[in-house]
Each structure stands twice: as C-alpha cells, then as structure tokens.
C-alpha cells in the first residue's frame, strides 16, 4: 500500500506546479456550479475529473476550505469542481443521498441525478479521463459518495466516503461493476459505532466497510496492513491504520484508513489531501468492467 500511494504521490509531484493559465469555467443553470481547469490543460489530452461533495449544512466552498484540493488540481492535472447542494426548509444545504439521510422534506431532490448531470456537462465541454472520474464526500457528502457508488459504479471509477454513512441494508446497494472504495473515519467520531437518523440506526465505520467489502465480492478477509498513515498533526504518531480486502474482483480495492483517536471533521495535515488524491489516481476503472 505504502509504495503504490508512494509512487502515485511522485507522479503527482514531478507534474508541473507553475499556475500559468488556471481558469474557473461557471456553469449556468437552475443549479450552477464552477469547474476549476488547471493550467496544464489540453483538450487532445482527457484528464480525470474529481468532485468534492460537503456535509450537512456546509457549502462546496467550505469543503474545498477543508480539504484545500485546488492546489492539488493544479499540480496534477484534474479538473476539480466542489458544487452546492440544495438548501433546505432549515436553511441549511443537503444532498439526498439515501433514504436516511438528508433530506428531510418533500418533493424529494435528486441529487444522484444532479451529480451525474455535471460530469455530463463536464465531459460534453472538457476532455474527460472517462476511466478517471472520482467522487470524495465527507459526512453527508460521504453519503452522496456512497449512494453514487452503488448506483453508477459504471461511470464512477472510485470513491472517497470520510465519516459519511450508506444505505441501511446492503441490498439497497446494487453497483453494475465493481467500484474501488475508501472509507475513512475517525474512532472518536460518534457515528463511527452507528449513528441514529429519523430513529434509524445506519451503519458505521466497520459496518459500512464490511459491507462494501461482501458488495464487490471481495474474497480475502480484510487485513491490517503493516504501513500506518499520519495524517492528524494533532495526534501523535502515526495513528491511521490502513485496513484492505483481499481478491476484490478487476483490480478494484476495497480500503479503511482507521484514523484512532480522530473526530467527526479530523484535523488533517498537509498530506491528507495529497494521499487521498494518490489513492484515487492508482484506481482507474478498467475497460473489462
């Protein structure tokens, strides 16, 4: 594990870092977004496409102030776009993700529908990596990420879910392929056990993981593998453990970064955005899904 994320992150660094020509492109509409191009782009040559979706209550500008993924586009070379969600009668923004959570009026939004609506436009405007579009989430975005997964595993090559739950039953879930997944939680975040919504109890950290695991036919019990993350500057040591299914079909994988004694919102360190992103770019979806 710790040299495939090592080999990606020198890929990622020896690309070109100088913002010569970086553009915002506005996307209009009922449901505008921004699509951040970097500098490096060129449209006879298909770059990934990462999406970036916020919790409960926060802002796509919010997310980006918390995982700080711009500069990381830019030397790499993705398009990047964190979009809003909708704002409820609470007056906070959601995602519809699954049935239990967000959203908590009526007509329902959706959401799923949205999302793959801007990777449409994207590609239709932009020369998109199709084998290289990404989804990172965090708490109700983590959601969203995970009810994207189960749905449009054809066109979503991997997923990122921190501290965001899934569906209540693993029948609920039913990708078309197999989908590489990374879930990250920490073990002082209160839903890491379960969390409760609406009275129901959804599954947690190790839950959704195991699940995750049977959903794409993994073979080999998961195993804690001996390199360790540090990822929180606030903790000491390396305290994230990375856990990983074994025989996962087609070259998909199936990973938990155990983030001990972090919360909710872990205080991550510089590299935390880096690792996801190397973690993303070494699973591509490959053309015998």
């Avoid at 090592?6 to 921004?34: D, E």
């Avoid at 951040?36 to 980006?64: C, H, M, R, W």
């Avoid at 801007?118 to 199709?130: L, N, R, Y």
Wanted: with cysteine.
């Amino acid at each position: 594990m710790k040299l495939r994320l090592g080999i990606a992150l020198v890929l990622l660094s020896i690309l070109s870092t100088q913002v010569v020509h970086a553009a915002t492109v506005s996307f209009t509409g009922s449901r505008p977004f921004n699509v951040f191009v970097p500098s490096t782009y060129n449209k006879s040559d298909p770059v990934p496409l990462v999406i970036a979706l916020a919790g409960y209550g926060q802002t796509g500008a919010q997310v980006e102030d918390y995982l700080h993924l711009t500069p990381i586009a830019q030397s790499a070379g993705f398009l990047y776009v964190h979009p809003d969600g909708t704002i409820d009668k609470f007056g906070e923004r959601f995602w519809n993700a699954t049935p239990e959570c967000c959203d908590f009026q009526k007509p329902p939004i959706n959401d799923a529908g949205y999302i793959m609506s801007i990777i449409k436009e994207i590609s239709a405007k932009f020369s998109v990596d199709q084998s290289r579009i990404y989804i990172i989430g965090h708490s109700n975005g983590g959601f969203m990420a995970n009810a994207l997964a189960c749905k449009y595993s054809s066109r979503i090559a991997a997923m990122i879910n921190i501290a965001g739950g899934s569906f209540t039953t693993t029948s609920a879930c039913k990708p078309s392929s197999p989908i590489s997944v990374l879930e990250i939680w920490g073990t002082k975040d209160d839903t890491y056990a379960y969390n409760h919504i609406r009275g129901k109890p959804i599954p947690g950290a190790v839950q959704t993981f195991t699940n995750w695991g049977s959903i794409n036919k993994c073979t080999t019990p998961a195993i804690a593998l001996d390199d360790k993350l540090d990822l929180d500057p606030t903790i000491p040591g390396e305290e994230t453990t990375v856990l990983q299914f074994g025989g996962c079909p087609a070259e998909t994988s199936v990973d938990f970064w155990k983030m001990d004694g972090a919360g909710h919102s872990p205080v991550i360190s510089s590299f935390f955005a880096n690792e996801m992103i190397a973690w993303l770019m070494i699973h591509p979806k490959l053309a015998t899904h």
